[in-house]
């Protein structure tokens, strides 16, 4: 009982502050140099609207795809010697059979190609 009674104290008082805090802070929401661009303290030489490169966003998220698969392939080698021999190569070989078919697909796709 007592620990539910210090929880809720705590999410009380947390509440109080941040309510506070908001009542009490001077800064506007929109303020106008809080809207307009910053580029190290100076003006911006060009527009900040330029449209995005697609190509360096579709690179960026193949890279992350396959960097959280290189984490998901770490542990399999300790995990080896716990588990039975077929059933480990059966599902090392699913999941590496897996990401070979998405890399193949994206490079037929052309998603790799950085000079196009």
């Not at 060009?46 to 579709?58: A, D, H």
């Not at 021999?85 to 599902?91: K, L, V």
Request: net charge neutral; aromatic share 10%.
């Amino acid at each position: 009982m007592m620990t539910l009674t210090m929880l809720m104290m705590i999410i009380i008082i947390s509440n109080a502050l941040m309510l506070l805090n908001n009542l009490l802070s001077k800064k506007m929401i929109n303020e106008r140099e809080k809207s307009s661009p910053f580029e190290c303290g100076f003006d911006p030489s060009s527009s900040s609207r330029t449209p995005f490169s697609l190509k360096f966003f579709l690179i960026a998220v193949i890279f992350l795809i396959f960097d959280i698969e290189i984490a998901l392939l770490l542990p399999m080698m300790p995990t080896m010697m716990m588990t039975k021999m077929n059933q480990w190569m059966m599902t090392t070989i699913i999941f590496v059979m897996v990401l070979i078919i998405g890399l193949y697909h994206e490079w037929n796709q052309g998603a790799l190609n950085w000079t196009n």
